[in-house]
RNA sequence: GGGCGAUUAGCGCAGCGGUAGCGCACUUCCCUGACACGGAAGGGGUCGCAGGUUCGAUUCCUGCAUCGCCCACCA
């Protein structure tokens, strides 16, 4: 990191000025408490026209946020910021991601603890550890489901509180008085109420099906957690006995050899048309499968001919099901081969061999097999290396597993046109910013060819509200589920007993089982526009708050957080959740990698935030355009610090020459009346910008002409308003208002600062109106064209290498424009410190000449 | 293999049918009564490549290349 030297000056510059700060810093603490004590953020629930509501993204509580996050939240409060200013009450609630995977995770290392279900909640257990740092010999500690997400929850409050000390401290203008956490009980309620709603209405199923299957975390995992990576592999020619031959077969997953149902050909390759009708013999295991035909099989892949097992890949699974081919399973959850020799495997050899395989891993039992094959003389040749693409959990470290297991699952579209052509409406309609996003959702929308599977087999998460009744004969009716009653939510089926059952009648024939499972993390978020505005809770807020304005987020999620979202709020009210989504794009690191903490170049947002203040970090964010991936770059924080220094400065300026409240009707010389009709342009061009989520452009407009300003208005108007020109003072006057407004969603700091000093009497800035109320009465050509020459006069200064207030017998200002520069010819003079000016509009290129 | 985006000065990015723009960095000058944590000025680009449309293409169209992302491909 950077040697950090501001602190020693910024020290000095309090002593000189103690009331009016010098430069940016110490700014955040002092605003962050005011706003908060004057309650600058609350939404006041006026009326549903007046509300501008905002879906925003709950960051997943595991450990440490990073600059990405810093980057896309400041999109969105510069559009919230801007709202505010143009009248609406805006609601901007902040919710919090801590029910999943991720915290089990933090949980499980910070603690040191792993989940053991058969053990009872314990009220006085103690972790092993505390901040997970554990020594050498340390192995975790078992603890009840019940005390794991205790802990769960307290380690997700202690992150919580750090995270809203950084949203703090980086002025999103949230109201902190709407908070919602997606492991709450409010949360739960929700969730579980709209899955009954979803279960009611047929949207929601269970069904025993092949599931992808995660075998490190033992849980199942839906179509929009996958990821495809590379990885390696070895293919195996194994070579089965048909019609007095051999067969061979290649195959890079061996040790699925005993689950084997069938072998497959194309039915238009003439190198297997003689086997129609005949049986193969599975190598070491002698089971006799048979020798079937199906389009789906690439005759130029592998040897042409597969082998169908129990599943290798969605391809068996589709075989399996149009070809009616027995089941055969062999995998444990854990990704292990089963204990036991199953029954298909009649001769003795075979059992045998299948005894070697016993409690292996997949990776085990391949190489196990490889050598029982070789041995057997049924494998041709070596195994032979090959990298591949296989399909991983997200968070995973293992390839998924097909495994037939029972799992709950909602209606997407996947197998329904109607709901499909709907979802794909919803698309049209929502605005995505930018536009181009639009096709992802497309994409994943025609692409989807499974339901959504919500059920996991996890701990921290939230209960399906469902229980089963157990037969009398001990097993478990899963075809008619108890379901909870509403008034009841949120409940935990495995701690109480539903309606008309006790306690005491679980696990009993007889009685009742809970449903074990928990829901996917997606299925409490994906509810987040109905638990932010208060479905089923708050009616008035809801009617006010719902169907929501804005749903930020990344690029990443559309497939999930995004696409679920559209769902759910489908299936509830056959409407959209919101009109706008905005994406932003990827924060890379500086040498254009994305940042990820794998890779150790993860940016910790308080260093910048700290060393350049909050306002330049912001500034940094604002600089880029939703959805453009974006590099971490200090040089555009130092750029920020230093816009934000200026404002202080030019406010101090003139705030020194014009204390008071300004009149524009005392605002008369044309210069003047131009400079607030150029700014007049620039306020319209910025709220148009962020009209369309552009706030890159509205910054951009902004300070261009601010820096104009300075540069030029400010010098040509000095002499006249050290003279107390009236004119002069209210117009220098109403554009820092103005500007101060124009940059308070980006810069929020400093401009409440400089405002204050305005008026000192009065609200925030952030509640003053978007400045818009000055009249275009000159047109901006007077200024602008004085601003081209007096830097001409200025260039023609530094090419003489004399000071800029030299003065000099006479200027000459001449071509296109210099007509209407003329209204300046007086503030021209004094600018320059020339005795004389010359006007001539005459010639066809402008230019400008001095004598000295 | 399908889709999306990007390719403009050393770097980071705007622009978009009509003599190439901004910021940083670089060079020169200036402690000028807001600001030296500052200011003024300057040098630097055949706008990825090849075709096409057009009076005119960095901008529109087609193809190609390179980079990034998403989806499909797992026998």
Not at 549 to 556: A, E, I, K, M, W
Not at 626 to 645: C, S
Not at 686 to 696: I, K, N, S, T
């Amino acid at each position: 990191m950077r040697p950090v030297k501001l602190a020693s000056m910024s020290e000095e510059g309090k002593k000189e000025q103690p009331e009016r700060a010098k430069t940016v810093d110490g700014l955040e603490k002092k605003w962050t408490q005011w706003w908060s004590e004057k309650k600058i953020y609350e939404y006041r629930g006026k009326s549903r026209g007046s509300t501008y509501s905002i879906d925003t993204p709950p960051p997943t509580v595991s450990g440490h946020l990073h600059v990405g996050h810093v980057f896309s939240y400041t999109h969105t409060d510069i559009i919230a910021r801007y709202k505010r200013m143009k009248g609406f009450d805006v609601f901007y609630p902040m919710g919090w991601d801590d029910n999943g995977l991720p915290t089990e995770r933090r949980v499980q290392n910070y603690y040191g603890v792993y989940v053991d279900t058969s053990l009872k909640f314990d009220p006085s257990f103690v972790p092993p550890l505390e901040g997970g740092k554990a020594g050498k010999d340390f192995k975790p500690a078992p603890c009840s489901r019940e005390n794991f997400i205790k802990l769960c929850e307290g380690l997700s409050q202690k992150d919580e509180e750090q995270f809203k000390n950084l949203w703090v401290e980086l002025g999103l203008s949230v109201d902190w008085s709407r908070t919602y956490h997606t492991i709450g009980p409010e949360c739960r309620r929700i969730s579980q109420l709209e899955f009954l709603r979803n279960l009611e209405r047929g949207e929601a199923y269970q069904k025993a099906a092949p599931v992808l299957w995660d075998t490190t975390f033992q849980t199942a995992v839906s179509q929009a957690e996958l990821e495809s990576r590379e990885y390696p592999g070895f293919y195996h020619t194994l070579l089965f006995r048909a019609d007095g031959g051999k067969v061979a077969i290649k195959t890079t997953r061996p040790e699925l050899l005993p689950s084997c149902v069938a072998l497959i050909a194309n039915p238009k390759d003439p190198r297997y048309g003689r086997l129609k009708g005949k049986k193969a013999r599975t190598p070491l295991f002698g089971v006799e499968v048979p020798i079937l035909f199906h389009e789906a099989v690439e005759m130029d892949k592998g040897s042409g001919i597969a082998m169908c097992c129990t599943f290798g890949d969605a391809t068996d699974v589709e075989w399996w099901k149009e070809l009616s081919l027995p089941l055969r399973p062999i995998l444990t959850k854990a990704g292990r081969i089963c204990a036991s020799v199953p029954e298909w495997i009649e001769n003795e050899a075979g059992k045998e061999a299948f005894e070697k395989l016993e409690g292996l891993t997949v990776f085990s039992a391949r190489k196990e097999i490889a050598s029982l094959l070789k041995g057997s003389g049924e494998m041709e040749g070596e195994p032979v290396p090959t990298s591949r693409m296989a399909n991983f959990y997200e968070k995973g470290s293992k390839p998924i597993e097909i495994l037939p297991s029972r799992q709950w699952y909602i209606a997407n579209g996947s197998h329904d046109e109607k709901l499909r052509r709907d979802l794909l409406r919803c698309g049209e309609e929502l605005s995505f910013h930018p536009a181009f996003m639009k096709r992802r959702y497309d994409n994943w929308v025609e692409g989807l060819s499974e339901d959504w599977l919500i059920s996991r087999q996890r701990f921290f998460g939230i209960p399906f509200p469902i229980w089963y009744r157990v037969k009398e004969s001990g097993e478990v009716d899963y075809l008619s589920p108890i379901r909870a009653l509403p008034a009841d939510l949120p409940v935990d089926p495995s701690s109480s007993a539903p309606q008309g059952f006790e306690e005491k009648m679980r696990g009993k024939p007889g009685g009742f089982v809970a449903e074990p499972d928990v829901m996917d993390t997606w299925a409490a978020s994906s509810l987040t526009p109905l638990l932010a505005s208060g479905w089923k809770k708050d009616e008035n807020l809801f009617e006010k708050a719902f169907p929501m304005d804005l749903r930020p987020q990344g690029q990443d999620i559309i497939r999930t957080w995004l696409f679920d979202t559209v769902l759910r709020t489908w299936l509830e009210f056959k409407e959209l959740p919101w009109k706008d989504a905005t994406l932003s794009g990827w924060i890379l690191d500086p040498d254009h990698k994305k940042m990820s903490k794998s890779k150790g170049n993860v940016v910790v947002p308080k260093e910048p935030i700290e060393e350049y203040g909050a306002d330049a970090v912001r500034y940094w964010a604002a600089c880029a355009r939703l959805g453009v991936d974006t590099a971490y770059d200090e040089g555009e924080m130092k750029i920020g610090r230093r816009l934000a220094n200026k404002i202080l400065n030019a406010s101090k300026f003139i705030l020194d020459l014009k204390p008071d409240e300004a009149d524009f009707s005392l605002v008369t010389s044309p210069l003047d009346l131009s400079l607030l009709s150029a700014l007049f342009e620039v306020e319209k061009k910025a709220a148009c910008a962020l009209e369309a989520f552009d706030h890159a452009l509205a910054l951009q407009e902004t300070e261009a002409f601010f820096w104009s300003f300075c540069d030029d208005y400010i010098e040509l108007v000095k002499d006249r308003a050290y003279r107390k020109d009236e004119s002069a003072l209210n117009a220098l006057r109403l554009a820092l208002d103005a500007l101060l407004g124009l940059f308070a969603p980006f810069l929020p700091f400093v401009t409440e600062e400089a405002w204050h000093w305005a008026h000192p009497k009065g609200l925030s800035v952030h509640l003053s109106s978007w400045p818009l109320p000055l009249e275009d009465k000159a047109g901006a050509e007077g200024f602008e064209n004085a601003a081209f020459f007096l830097s001409l006069l200025r260039k023609r200064k530094s090419e003489g290498k004399v000071s800029l207030k030299t003065e000099v017998k006479k200027a000459k200002i001449f071509g296109p424009g210099a007509k209407e520069a003329r209204i300046a010819d007086q503030d021209l003079k004094a600018a320059v410190h020339a005795k004389e000016i010359e006007f001539d509009p005459s010639p066809l290129q402008a230019g400008a000449e001095i004598e000295f």
